[in-house]
T-cell receptor, first 110, second 115 residues
Framework: GENVEQHPSTLSVQEGDSAVIKCTYS??????FPWYKQELGKRPQLIID?????GEKKDQRIAVTLNKTAKHFSLHITETQPEDSAVYFC?????????FGTGTRLTVIP | GAGVSQSPRYKVAKRGQDVALRCDPI?????LFWYQQALGQGPEFLTY????????KSGLPSDRFFAERPEGSVSTLKIQRTQQEDSAVYLC?????????????FGPGTRLTVT
């Protein structure tokens, strides 16, 4: 099956700085890569996704890049705000299964 | 409109008991997924329904786990003879489109604790 690794497991940044979270996947057939944000005790919510025919996608302060050759993708958050503090999960799709990474706990320090 | 809802939100079961977890997806959503999320981990796929058809159950950890969606709407995940390792949050997600390559809307989860 697919194996998704995510780094770092924890990340602290000053408010206004950028945050980068990286994921690798093992199955070259994976073709859809969403990122979910999960606040403490709440449900995961999609923040951005990218398909394998695109190398980069941006939505306001959030961007995702995909390198299919190296089989890795990254989440970039610019101008971080305290409300960005949460656990972020990357995922890779194989068949009908989304395989999630182990999560990154992002803390934005005011 | 209403999002995905799950019930109960919390369930405590004694080892060996059977439990049933309910998911009400967003109305009209074709796809429904069940995930198991252990503490500090990402969700792990259990099973996938397209309407009433269970197209993939490869993630169910044992034959004690059973899921159904008889009318293509509400789904129930049943765990028989619960074990301590079944303790986790069980998340349900639904999607308007068939397949998993579209946004999935998650429910709040059911936290199952097996004592």
């Amino acid at each position: 099956g697919e194996n998704v690794e995510q780094h770092p497991s924890t990340l602290s940044v000053q408010e206004g700085d950028s945050a980068v979270i990286k994921c690798t996947y093992s199955d070259s057939a994976s073709n859809y890569f969403p990122w979910y944000k999960q606040e403490l005790g709440k449900r995961p919510q999609l923040i951005i996704d990218i398909r394998s025919n695109v190398g980069e996608k941006k939505d306001q302060r959030i961007a995702v890049t995909l390198n299919k050759t190296a089989k890795h993708f990254s989440l970039h958050i610019t101008e971080t705000q305290p409300e960005d503090s949460a656990v972020y999960f990357c995922a890779a799709l194989r068949a009908n299964n989304l395989f999630f990474g182990t999560g990154t706990r992002l803390t934005v320090i005011p | 409109g209403a999002g995905v809802s799950q019930s109960p939100r919390y369930k405590v079961a004694k080892r060996g008991q059977d439990v049933a977890l309910r998911c009400d997806p967003i109305s009209g959503h074709v796809s429904l997924f069940w995930y198991q999320q252990a503490l500090g981990q990402g969700p792990e796929f259990l099973t996938y329904f397209q309407n009433e058809a269970q197209l993939d159950k490869s993630g169910l950890p044992s034959d004690r786990f059973f899921a159904e969606r008889p009318e293509g709407s509400v789904s129930t995940l049943k765990i028989q003879r619960t074990q301590q390792e079944d303790s986790a949050v069980y998340l349900c997600a639904s999607s308007f489109e068939p397949g998993a390559n579209y946004e999935q809307y998650f429910g709040p989860g059911t936290r199952l604790t097996v004592t």
